[in-house]
């Protein structure tokens, strides 16, 4: 616990304290006002199945848009948190960078910078809880080596960004007891294969103008992580680069989206 409090970084969830009893164990974090990522995403379509449907409103008239500016800077946010985790965390004397990156575990505070939550509770659940609760471990990576590493973070961080692209919630992520939700990654690789790419983005996004490159990149870089194949993951610190070089040069080019959307993406995972 000592560890993960020791871990300081704007776009990190401050844990404040914890209680540990034999009956009880709770951790204290700083309250974040303005809810997490999926209801930003999703809106209060699963509120039956959210304990905390804290943000926004639903898929409907009363849902404050959600901006590709904000999901660009959500995506930033937390590629920055997480390659100063897999920078600070160290085997074998310290704890998983993270094990559970998902939307619900991303929080928005008064300002709307993105805050992660969640991380380094691997270490501290128990084995069969891990497995059906925590989504690295529903990662190519696990599956193939029975073990949480840094690469299951960067899928997860794939598996983030489209979600944030596509507006479609992600069968690992979508809360428990709901039928609802796809293999975004098996589906945006379809979508590259046959060329249908421009119906891959959320249409809430999709319309707004000097985006397109932004989205192209960052629906490549989001395929690069989740590939079949760990061992073509890049690492959490050329992540982070990338996106900031996505951020910083957002809307600056000219851009036509029906000729370039899918003429780069790569599909050697399919």
Not at 169 to 186: E, K, M, N, R, W
Request: hydrophobic fraction near 35%; glycine fraction near 6%; include cysteine.
């Amino acid at each position: 616990m000592k560890l993960i409090s020791g871990l300081k970084h704007r776009n990190l969830l401050p844990l404040l304290a914890y209680y540990y009893s034999k009956d009880e164990k709770l951790l204290l974090y700083k309250f974040t006002p303005n809810g997490n990522l999926f209801n930003c995403i999703h809106g209060n379509i699963f509120s039956s199945f959210l304990e905390n449907d804290f943000c926004i409103g639903g898929r409907g008239d009363n849902r404050i848009p959600f901006k590709w500016s904000s999901r660009l800077s959500v995506a930033h946010g937390v590629a920055k948190a997480m390659e100063f985790l897999h920078q600070n965390t160290k085997a074998p004397q310290t704890v998983i960078p993270h094990g559970n990156l998902k939307s619900s575990n991303i929080l928005l505070d008064e300002n709307d910078v993105a805050l992660v939550s969640d991380y380094g509770l691997t270490s501290l659940i128990a084995f069969p809880v891990a497995a059906q609760r925590m989504i690295s471990y529903k990662s190519p990576e696990y599956q193939n080596r029975r073990k949480i590493t840094k690469e299951s973070d960067v899928w997860s961080y794939g598996c983030l960004l489209l979600e944030l692209l596509t507006g479609q919630v992600f069968t690992y992520t979508a809360p428990q007891g709901s039928s609802d939700g796809v293999d975004i990654c098996s589906w945006a690789y379809r979508a590259v294969r046959e060329e249908w790419t421009c119906e891959i983005f959320d249409t809430e996004i999709l319309t707004q103008r000097n985006a397109g490159q932004g989205m192209v990149r960052l629906l490549q870089l989001a395929l690069k992580c989740c590939d079949k194949a760990p061992e073509k993951w890049p690492e959490m610190a050329e992540v982070a680069r990338e996106v900031e070089d996505i951020k910083l040069n957002d809307g600056n080019d000219d851009f036509s989206f029906e000729l370039s959307v899918s003429t780069d993406v790569s599909t050697s995972a399919v």
